[in-house]
Structures are given as structure tokens and as C-alpha cells.
């Protein structure tokens, strides 16, 4: 991959990347952190891929202008844990502490982020467990284990051993999101696919879906832009 800069105010760096699979040229823009990148095929030269960008430079500015920006975590940051918002402040004793409306971290301000992920990913845990544990136990199922990672193409996935793992940014999501995405996974269980009867299955687990699928779709991005010092 190379990078070029498409000049304007501001300049637009572009990704180039060229992949045997293209068949034209395309552009996407990363809803995660912007990113502008440019595929071409291997046979199609640069300054081609160049002009096709700059005959988008318009949508391209349009879309990276409505992107959210990124918040970095400090003191005084607001968080939707479990969907509410809290704001960071500062705690005592040795473990952070979540009320209706803060999380109190404990010890200095450049220490704070690595507390507040560290508390976010523990409680993911247990409240990605404890709803996979119903799940399952609903459909009939167990699985082999349960893992959390920082994903961004997805915010789960069961592999054909059984094993779960979830985004942990889910926590950051309101309560019944991050339950439907639990019920999703633990379906796969009986269903490693996504035919009528895993639709079914969800169904069946958990209940109705649209709603948290459609917050999924347009609000789902915005729990990226949140920046730990992790």
C-alpha cells in the first residue's frame, strides 16, 4: 500500500491498494477512523486511480465533514455505559466505582483511561456472560468459552467449536443491543448460518430484533470514537 495526498482545505491523504480480486477502481471511506482508501487492479495505472479520486473529491470531503469526532477518555469525559451516560470523575480507594450518573476512578488523571477500559472490559465480561448464559440455556446449548476484543468489523462471531467472542465496546451500547448481539452468537450455536431457521432461533431466544439491529446500523460506529490510552 502507498499513500498520496489529494490537495485542498484540509489535504485528504488517500490509501492506495491494489488487489488482484478488483475489477475497477473503488473508494471507500472507513466510518471507524476516516480513513480514505483507493483500490485499484493491478493492471490500472496510478494516475488513473488519482483522477478517479479527484472526481469524487466533493463526496469525499461531504462524508469525512459528517463524521463524528473522536473523543479521547480523560477526566470529565461522558460515557454511555450500558446506554447512560456517565461522566468520569475522580475516585478513591483502588478500583473504579459506577453510580446512576459517574465512574469514580481512583489515582491520577494520566492513569485514568487505562482504569476506565480495564473496568469496561470487566464488566463486558460478566454482563456478556451472564446473558450468554440464559441464552444458551434457552436453546438448549453450551458453548466452549467466551472472549472480548477491541473488533471493528463486527461485534461478534461463534466459531464451529463453540466460542463466543464479543466486542467489548458493547457494554458502551444501551442493555438490550448488547443482549440481542448475545442472542445472535449463542443462535449460531444450533444454526452456523444465517437461513429462516437462525432467524428463528433468535427469535425463539430472545424475541423481537429489528429495533436493536437498526441501532446497530446507524448508531453502532459512534462507539468506536471513543480513544483509551490502553
Known sequence: MAERVLQGRPD???TLRRSTRARRITLRISSLDGRVTLTLPTHVAEREAL???????????KHLAARVED????????????GQQRSIAQGTGRRVVMTDDALLVPGTPETA?????????ARARDVLADACDDYAQRLGRSYNGLT???TRSRWG?????????FSWRLILAPSEVL??????????????????AF????????????????????????????????
Open 113 to 121: 483511561p487505562a482504569r476506565v477500559v480495564g473496568f469496561l472490559k
Open 71 to 82: 473523543v479521547i477518555v480523560g477526566a470529565g469525559t461522558r460515557l454511555p455505559v450500558e
Open 179 to 196: 443482549n440481542y448481539v448475545a442472542a445472535h452468537e449463542v443462535a449460531h450455536l444450533e444454526q452456523m448460518n444465517h437461513s429462516p
Open 157 to 165: 462471531s461463534c466459531s464451529s467449536a463453540g466460542r463466543l467472542m
Open 148 to 150: 472480548l476484543r477491541d
Open 12 to 14: 485528504i491523504v488517500l
Open 51 to 61: 483522477d478517479f479520486a479527484r472526481q469524487k473529491e466533493l463526496w469525499i470531503r
Open 199 to 230: 432467524w428463528n432461533a433468535v427469535s425463539r431466544i430472545h424475541g423481537p430484533y429489528d429495533a436493536q439491529r437498526r441501532w446497530l446500523r446507524t448508531e453502532g460506529n459512534t462507539l468506536h470514537r471513543f480513544r483509551f490510552a490502553d
